[in-house]
Structures are given as structure tokens and as C-alpha cells.
């Protein structure tokens, strides 16, 4: 897990506490960040936004 990961999963764990306008900017930060990290690594966007949010939720749930 990078720095990118960290961030990211840190910005969605927050995200319960936004409003809506903070949340359409939060996804499209959260696409960049996967479009770097893609570029980076070569992965898929879509899989690493969803790696993401399964991190956050496993966070959430554990306390």
C-alpha cells in the first residue's frame, strides 16, 4: 500500500461526513488519484477505486 492508497482510503473513510457538493469532488479526486496510480502501475482504474473502498470499509467495520 503507497501513499496514494493511504490518502485515498483516509478521503473515503471521511466521506459518511460529507455533504453532496463534497462528495461529487471527493469522486472526482478519487478518479485522478486512480487514473495516477493506473498510470503508475499499470493497473485499472475502476479496480483500484474498488480496492479502495473495500480497504475503507474493512477499516469502518473493524472500528
Known amino acids: 500500500m503507497d501513499e496514494i492508497d493511504k490518502r485515498a482510503i483516509e478521503i473515503l473513510l471521511k466521506a459518511p461526513f460529507m455533504t453532496e457538493e463534497e462528495m461529487k469532488n471527493t469522486v ?33 467495520i473493524r472500528g
Not at 488519484?33 to 493506473?38: C, L
Open 28 to 60: 472526482k479526486i478519487l478518479k485522478q488519484m486512480a487514473r495516477m496510480k493506473r498510470d503508475k502501475n499499470r493497473g485499472n482504474t475502476r479496480k483500484i477505486l474498488d480496492y479502495w473502498a473495500n480497504e475503507a470499509y474493512n477499516i469502518s
